[in-house]
């Protein structure tokens, strides 16, 4: 039997890979990235983790397949960090494709990638987040080094696993044009990539941070413009892109 800790499930999401979504966010994260809404989830065992085997969420995930046939969607192991309980969420995915259901891990890919291979063979799609192509705002972003999150990206077009790339855009820090372009043309190399997602910095973790006597340090930043946020779209697409 196989267990792990979890910080939430959520039954229905649309946000994370296609159709509707059963989400399981994980506990634990190596990354202190400065606009993380799920603060909570960096420590292993913290605040609302709960213990879980493989076989409960499996129970409770065959209650929406329905909804999965009809809407193309499955079940999306996010956190946190899913790669820090790797057999965990091995078995999970496994246990899934037996039901024939659809899988995407969520990831940062700040990972080595033996840990992640095993977890790879029961991944339908990947979610991969690259904060920065920089590797100093990268590091101001994430406290961590970019290398490791590179070498898993061109590990995932070496295996042509089905890729979507995510990009948060945080006005004064990730917006620098040198960081957009160079991610765009490292992306625009890897032939798994099946889109990019553009996202717009929130504040929507706030509150999370104060709770827990964290410095939110972009308490003053604001969200992307509409401006900026065509400006950097452009830039993917400048690249031969599909972006949204």
Known sequence: M????????????????????????????????????????????????????TEELIKEIKKYRSYFQYSGGGVTVTGGEPLMQPEFVKSIFESCHKLGIHTTLDTSGYVTLNAAKPVLEHTD??????????????????SVSLEPT???????????????????????????????????????QLDNVEKVEILPFHKMGEYKWEQLGFDYKLKNTEPPSQELMEKVIKIFQSYDLVVQ
């Open 150 to 188: 590179l070498n898993f990206a061109r590990y995932l077009a070496e295996i042509k696993k089905p890729t979507w790339i995510r990009f948060v855009l945080v006005p004064g820090l990730t917006d620098v044009e040198d960081n957009v372009l160079g991610l765009a043309k490292f992306v625009s």
């Open 125 to 142: 799609l990947v979610l991969l987040d690259i904060k920065s192509f920089n590797p100093d705002i990268y590091r101001t972003v994430t």
């Open 2 to 53: 196989t267990e792990g800790l979890i910080h939430s499930l959520e039954s229905c999401g649309t946000v994370d890979g296609p159709g509707i979504r059963f989400v399981i966010f994980t506990q634990g994260c190596p990354l202190r990235c400065l606009y993380c809404h799920n603060p909570d989830c960096r420590h292993i065992e913290e605040g609302k983790s709960k213990k879980v085997t």
